[in-house]
C-alpha cells in the first residue's frame, strides 16, 4: 500500500489547507462563478478544482496558485515568505549581531 502525502500531513497544515480551500469556494461565491468556470479558467478539470475548495493537499501548489490568479488574489501568494515577515529569520538576524562593535585602526596610526 502506498503512504500519501496526507498521512504525513501535520495536523496543522491539513487545517490550513483546509481553510485555504473553504477561503477560495468564499471567493468563487462573492465574485458569482461557479466550479465550472473555475475548472475552466484554471485549465483542470471540474473534479481537481472540487479537491482545491475541499484543501486536498495532493493537488498541486501552481493549481491553487492559478486559483489565485483567477480570483484576482495572486498578488497574496508572492508575500507568503517575505523574509521581511520572517519572524524565525529575523531573529537568527538579530542573534549574529557582533556583541560590540571596533573601530579598527589602518597600518601604521597611533
Known amino acids: 500500500m502506498r503512504t500519501g502525502s496526507s498521512s504525513i500531513l501535520p495536523t496543522s497544515l ?8 473553504a477561503d477560495l ?4 461565491k ?3 462563478l461557479t466550479v465550472a468556470m473555475m475548472a475552466e479558467r484554471t485549465g483542470v478539470a471540474k473534479t481537481t478544482y472540487l479537491r ?9 501548489m501552481g493549481t491553487y496558485a ?6 484576482g488574489l495572486a498578488a497574496q501568494l508572492g508575500d507568503l515568505v517575505d523574509p ?14 557582533p556583541k560590540r ?10
Open 14 to 21: 491539513a487545517r490550513a489547507l483546509k481553510k485555504l480551500g
Open 25 to 28: 469556494s468564499i471567493a468563487r
Open 30 to 32: 462573492k465574485r458569482h
Open 52 to 60: 482545491v475548495e475541499k484543501g486536498d493537499p495532493t493537488v498541486s
Open 66 to 71: 492559478m486559483a489565485m490568479f483567477v480570483l
Open 84 to 97: 521581511r515577515k520572517d519572524d524565525q529569520g529575523l531573529l537568527g538576524d538579530v542573534e549574529r549581531l
Open 101 to 110: 562593535v571596533r573601530i579598527r585602526k589602518p597600518p601604521g596610526a597611533l
